[in-house]
C-alpha cells in the first residue's frame, strides 16, 4: 500500500500566508522603544478612579514605571506632595501594572493607589504604554515638548524624581 501524502495544494499555500502574517506580527510584537526625537502618540488611560485621563500635547514629562521597583521609586519619590502637585508640573504619572495579577491590583494595590494625592493612569494590559521606554528596577521620566521626546532619565533613587522635576521646572519646562 503506498504512502499517502498531503495535498499539494493545501500545503503549498501555508508559505504564502506566513509571508503575509509575518509583517503583522513582526510590527504588533517588537515594536522598538520610543528614544529621544520621537513623538509619542497621544494616549488615553484609566486612573485609579476609574477616571479616563489623557497624555497630550500639554504634557511636559512622563513619569513612569513597568515593574514594582520602579513604582516603589516614583512612590517614594512623590510621598509628600500636595494634590495638584503633578499638575503644576505638567506632569503624569503612568504605569503599566500589566504584570501584577488581577486579584492582586483590584482587592490590594488599586485600593491603596487611590489614597495617593495624585493621579495614576494604569495600563492593565500593557498594549498602551508598550513603547515607553523604561529600565527594570528604576523609573523613567521622560521630557516632552509638544509629545517630542527631549530627554530620558532612568533614575535609581526617589529623591531623583523631585529633583528632575525642579530641575525640569526652572528650566523653563513648565
Given at each position: 500500500m503506498p504512502l499517502r501524502t498531503p495535498r499539494s495544494s493545501t500545503w503549498q499555500?501555508?508559505?504564502?500566508?506566513?509571508?503575509l502574517l509575518a509583517?503583522?506580527?513582526?510590527n504588533a510584537s517588537f515594536a522598538q522603544p520610543y528614544a529621544v526625537g520621537d513623538t509619542i502618540e497621544?494616549?488615553?488611560?484609566?486612573?485609579?478612579?476609574?477616571?479616563?485621563?489623557?497624555v497630550d500635547e500639554s504634557v511636559r514629562v512622563i513619569l513612569f514605571s513597568r515593574d514594582?521597583?520602579?513604582?516603589?521609586?516614583?512612590?517614594?519619590?512623590?510621598?509628600?506632595?500636595e494634590p495638584g502637585y503633578l499638575d503644576g508640573q505638567h506632569a503624569v504619572y503612568v504605569a503599566d501594572i500589566s504584570?501584577?495579577?488581577?486579584?492582586?491590583a483590584k482587592m490590594?494595590?488599586?485600593?491603596?493607589?487611590?489614597k495617593r494625592p495624585y493621579a495614576m493612569l494604569l495600563d492593565r494590559d500593557g498594549e498602551t504604554t508598550a513603547r515607553l521606554?523604561?529600565?527594570?528596577?528604576?523609573?523613567?521620566?521622560?521630557?516632552?515638548?509638544?509629545?517630542?521626546?527631549?530627554?530620558?532619565?532612568?533614575?535609581?533613587?526617589?529623591s531623583a524624581v523631585r529633583r528632575e522635576l525642579e530641575e525640569n521646572a526652572a528650566s523653563g519646562g513648565d
Amino acid at each position: 500500500m503506498p504512502l499517502r501524502t498531503p495535498r499539494s495544494s493545501t500545503w503549498q499555500s501555508i508559505p504564502w500566508v506566513l509571508a503575509l502574517l509575518a509583517p503583522l506580527v513582526a510590527n504588533a510584537s517588537f515594536a522598538q522603544p520610543y528614544a529621544v526625537g520621537d513623538t509619542i502618540e497621544p494616549l488615553t488611560l484609566e486612573d485609579q478612579h476609574g477616571d479616563r485621563r489623557s497624555v497630550d500635547e500639554s504634557v511636559r514629562v512622563i513619569l513612569f514605571s513597568r515593574d514594582m521597583d520602579g513604582g516603589d521609586i516614583l512612590k517614594q519619590g512623590l510621598a509628600d506632595v500636595e494634590p495638584g502637585y503633578l499638575d503644576g508640573q505638567h506632569a503624569v504619572y503612568v504605569a503599566d501594572i500589566s504584570g501584577m495579577p488581577g486579584l492582586i491590583a483590584k482587592m490590594f494595590a488599586i485600593p491603596a493607589m487611590r489614597k495617593r494625592p495624585y493621579a495614576m493612569l494604569l495600563d492593565r494590559d500593557g498594549e498602551t504604554t508598550a513603547r515607553l521606554p523604561d529600565t527594570e528596577g528604576q523609573a523613567t521620566l521622560i521630557f516632552l515638548d509638544r509629545l517630542t521626546i527631549e530627554r530620558i532619565a532612568h533614575v535609581m533613587e526617589a529623591s531623583a524624581v523631585r529633583r528632575e522635576l525642579e530641575e525640569n521646572a526652572a528650566s523653563g519646562g513648565d
